[in-house]
């Protein structure tokens, strides 16, 4: 059974710094690989999607990175902001499977 | 396109009565998703549907629970009896079918918050 786990559960950061969430996966036979974000009393917004063949993927300030062979994502916010405040979860689609499973996500706060 | 929408946003009962959440997902896409959201559990899958028809519904907690998907455009999820430990944010979610693409996003309504009293 497909297991993701997110480190740090929660994070701190100053206005302007570069963070690296992480995400990790116990099988390696995903299909692909989803960055999401969820905003207090909403729903989740997908940031980034990186197929199975991708090693990252890249969208403004956000860059997600996939490496299989260990089970690891890392998303890469550069120059954080006070509106980049929110959960972040990640999501595995495992290969013959629809369905994602998802970590339990980290919570972000970038202090103006 | 409005996104996926749910309705009600905000459910309140007691124990015992029947609870019926509403989804509409977004128009074209092929793959309709229940997930229930927790802070002890997270996000967990319910079930899902591909063109309407159930797929995988190894989610569903007990027979208390049933889901439907009459067309394209509309889905229930009804709890009938309700308990205490049924309280927890329902989403909705749709995708379309586009394998090997990065257009296989997952769109989330804004969730239904139920609270069994």
């Known amino acids: 059974k497909q297991e993701v786990t997110q480190i740090p559960a929660a994070l701190s950061v100053p206005e302007g710094e570069n963070l690296v969430l992480n995400c990790s996966f116990t099988?390696?036979?995903?299909?692909?690989l989803q960055w999401f974000r969820q905003d207090p009393g909403k729903g989740l917004t997908s940031l980034l999607l990186?197929?199975?063949?991708?090693r990252e993927q890249t969208s403004g300030r956000l860059n997600a990175s996939l490496d299989k062979s260990s089970g690891r994502s890392t998303l890469y916010i550069a120059a954080s902001q006070p509106g980049d405040s929110a959960t972040y979860l990640c999501?595995?689609?495992?290969?013959?499977?629809?369905?994602?499973?998802f970590g339990s996500g980290t919570r972000l706060q970038v202090q103006p | 396109d409005a996104g996926v929408i749910q309705s009600p946003r905000h459910e309140v009962t007691e124990m015992g009565q029947e609870v019926t959440l509403r989804c509409k997902p977004i128009?074209?896409?092929?793959?309709l998703f229940w997930y229930r959201q927790t802070m002890m559990r997270g996000l967990e899958l319910l079930i899902y549907?591909?063109?309407?028809?159930?797929?995988?519904d190894s989610g569903m907690p007990e027979d208390r629970f049933s889901a439907k998907m009459p067309n394209a455009s509309f889905s229930t999820l009804k709890i009938q009896p309700s308990e205490p430990r049924d309280s927890a944010v329902y989403f909705c979610?749709?995708?379309?079918?586009?394998?090997?693409?990065?257009?296989?996003?997952?769109?989330f309504g804004s969730g239904t918050q139920l609270s069994v009293l």
């Open positions: 979610a749709s995708s379309p079918d586009r394998a090997h693409t990065t257009n296989e996003k997952l769109f």
């Open positions: 099988d390696s036979a995903i299909y692909n």
């Open positions: 990186i197929q199975s063949s991708q």
């Open positions: 999501a595995v689609r495992v290969t013959g499977r629809r369905a994602l499973t």
């Open positions: 128009s074209g896409h092929d793959y």
């Open positions: 549907f591909n063109n309407n028809v159930p797929i995988d």
